[in-house]
């Protein structure tokens, strides 16, 4: 399994960035796809996550409302729409994926075995 995220950059506050994940690999129903960030000093955080069948998706409590996670099946890719953009977004954002992640442990790190190199996202106030 390979990830490459690709999309960040640079915008000022309240604007909006698209971040897509390619994931080569087979998938399967099981198959989540998630968004984390490390802001610069802090611990890797949870952003959002998507099951592959689409039927659960998951968000952080700072971002829920302004960020939307999607997947096309076609394409073998995850995106993630941000909009609203705060000088608090900033970080390095990663994409992970892994298969049968309980609901219970989509939010940690430590349960996705595949990751994806990170791409910046830096928004100036």
């Known amino acids: 399994v390979q990830l490459q995220a690709s999309g960040g950059g640079s915008v000022q506050d309240g604007g909006s960035l698209r971040l897509s994940c390619a994931y080569s690999?087979?998938?399967?129903?099981?198959?989540?796809m998630g968004w984390f960030r490390r802001a610069p000093g802090k611990e890797r955080e949870f952003v959002a996550a998507?099951?592959?069948?689409?039927?659960?998706?998951y968000y952080s409590d700072s971002v829920k409302g302004r960020f939307t996670i999607s997947r096309d099946g076609a394409k073998n890719t995850v995106c993630l729409e941000m909009n609203s953009l705060k000088p608090e977004d900033t970080a390095v954002y990663y994409c992970?994926?892994?298969?049968?992640?309980?609901?219970?442990?989509?939010?940690?790190?430590?349960?996705?075995?595949?990751w994806g190199q990170g791409t910046l996202v830096t928004v100036s106030s």
């Open positions: 998507i099951r592959w069948n689409g039927n659960s998706i």
């Open positions: 690999g087979r998938t399967f129903s099981s198959t989540v």
């Open positions: 992970a994926a892994d298969n049968a992640i309980s609901g219970h442990t989509i939010r940690f790190p430590r349960a996705y075995n595949y």
